[in-house]
Every structure is written in structure tokens, then in C-alpha cells.
């Protein structure tokens, strides 16, 4: 079932266009990688799936997601569905998480918004341990600058599933950690695809796409160049630019 329709996404910020009719859709229990160099558009995607684009952006195109177009919603609607129907993880988890916080309160609040304080507790022990934090009744009362990035980034990654989204969009998730952090997370990332969610992560890395991808996305100067499964994009990649992304792994 395709979760997610991005049709002719086009977007300017003020007369800047760094979008050229992208298109792309996502399906439940697949993992659809974005890929592309620094400043090809990456997280302008991720931005304006979100509804979170500055105000100076202009967009136009059709974002479909369970059957309403996210470009035409208002900003209360779409804070209904962030983190609820949406789960998102930043790349860089200390800017996300708020230092006066315990990480447990972090992580509960982004299930009360939605749902209310009932059960709150249980479902934020159950997000940590699906997001694979040892002992988490003891991370819970930690406050951020306590943990290592890689067990900060868990804690983002348990935020973006305590609701249990169906969908969850994932700007760079491991970029900040080391090669073997990096593959534990991306395996969760497995995990929650193979309970039917539907995934996207942007990454500039083709290792990434390696480990989880299930079809990629190739993103150069805002356009798409270049689309397939990861097989066939790694055995017979056709765009110069996918070439010499794949010579960078
Ligand atoms: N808020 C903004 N205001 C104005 N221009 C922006 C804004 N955000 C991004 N841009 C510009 O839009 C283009 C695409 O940027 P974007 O951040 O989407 O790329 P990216 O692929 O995510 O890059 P990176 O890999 O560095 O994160 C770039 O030219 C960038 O300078
Ligand atoms: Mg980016």
C-alpha cells in the first residue's frame, strides 16, 4: 500500500527554485532512500513533507498522505500529524533534545501531545526499548548531555516512534556517529520496516543505501536524476553522478 505521494514538488526560497518537480512514493515495509550530494535538496524534501519550510518558501505539487494533500492542511492540522502519523529524526540529536529535560520526559511528551497521559509511562519504556536503549526505567531520568550520541540518537529514534507512525522520515540519522553506532541504528531501522512501516532516509551516503535501502532516489541540483531498486542501482548505476557517489563508498 503506498503510504506516502510526492507529485511535481516544486520549491523556491524567495526566487531561489531548489526543487524541479520531484517525485517519489513510499510504500509500507519498504525503505526509500534520498540521495544526494550537500546542497542537492535533500532535507528540502524532508521540510516540506513535514509542513516545516520558512516562511519565505514558496511550494507547489501534491503530497499525499492518507488521502489529503499535506500542502493544503493548516499548521494546527499538521501538527496533529507530526510525530503521530509522521515520525521524523534529525540528524544531529544534541540540537534536537533540550538539555533541561530528562530524555524520559522527552520521549513521554511526544506521546501525551497526542494521545494523553494515560499509559504514557508504559509506552515510553516500550518506544526505548524498541529503539534499543539498555535499562531504560534508569535512561529515562537522565538528562541528555548523560548519554553518548549514539544512545542520544536512540532516544530521537524512540521520540519518533512512541506514537507508532505508520511512516517514519529520517533526515541523516547516522551521520554523526561512527561506522559501527551507525550499522546498530540502521538495523532498527530494518526492524521497524519489517513490522509493515513504511521508511525514508535521506543520507549522502551510498553505505547507508547499502545496509537498509530497499529503493533509492538519486538527487542532484534539486531534480531527480536517477531512481531504482538498490540492486539494480548498485550493478548498473546510469547517471555520471550516481557513478561517482558509488566510487566515494
Ligand atoms: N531555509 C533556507 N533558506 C534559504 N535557502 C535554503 C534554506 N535551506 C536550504 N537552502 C538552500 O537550498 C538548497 C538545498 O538545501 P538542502 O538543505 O535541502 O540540501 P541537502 O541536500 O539537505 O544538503 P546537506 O546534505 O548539506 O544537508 C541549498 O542551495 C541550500 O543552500
Ligand atoms: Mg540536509
Avoid at 57 to 80: C, D, P, Q, T, Y
Avoid at 103 to 132: L, N, P, S
Wanted: proline share 4%.
Amino acid at each position: 500500500m503506498e503510504l506516502l505521494k510526492v507529485e511535481g514538488l516544486n520549491l523556491w526560497y524567495r526566487d531561489k527554485k531548489v526543487l524541479h518537480d520531484v517525485s517519489f512514493s513510499v510504500k509500507s515495509g519498504e525503505v526509500l532512500c534520498i540521495v544526494g550530494e550537500s546542497g542537492s535538496g535533500k532535507s528540502s524534501i524532508f521540510h516540506a513533507v513535514m509542513g516545516l519550510l520558512p516562511p519565505y518558501a514558496r511550494v507547489e505539487g501534491r503530497i499525499i498522505f492518507k488521502g489529503k494533500n499535506l500542502l493544503e492542511l493548516s499548521e494546527k492540522e499538521m501538527r496533529g500529524i507530526r510525530g503521530k502519523d509522521i515520525g521524523m529524526v534529525f540528524q544531529e540529536p544534541s540540537l534536537y533534545l533540550d538539555p533541561l529535560f530528562t530524555v524520559g520526559v522527552q520521549i513521554m511528551e511526544a506521546y501525551t501531545e497526542h494521545f494523553g497521559k494515560k499509559g504514557a509511562y508504559e509506552r515510553t519504556i516500550k518506544a526505548m526499548v524498541k529503539a534499543g536503549i539498555p535499562e531504560p526505567e534508569e535512561k529515562f531520568r537522565m538528562y541528555p548531555h548523560q548519554l553518548s550520541g549514539g544512545l542520544k540518537q536512540r532516544v530521537c529514534i524512540a521520540v519518533a516512534v512512541v506514537c507508532e507512525p505508520p511512516l517514519i522520515l529520517a533526515d541523516e540519522p547516522t551521520t554523526a556517529l561512527d561506522v559501527s553506532l551507525q550499522k546498530r541504528i540502521l538495523h532498527l531501522f530494518r526492524k521497524f520496516r519489517e513490522e509493515g512501516k513504511g521508511i525514508v532516509i535521506i543520507t549522502h551516503d551510498f553505505g547507508v543505501v547499502a545496509e537498509v535501502g530497499d529503493r533509492v532516489i538519486v538527487l542532484k541540483d534539486g531534480r531527480i536524476v536517477e531512481e531504482g531498486d538498490v540492486f539494480s542501482i548498485f550493478d548498473n548505476p546510469r547517471h555520471e553522478y550516481t557513478k561517482r557517489l558509488l566510487r566515494a563508498l
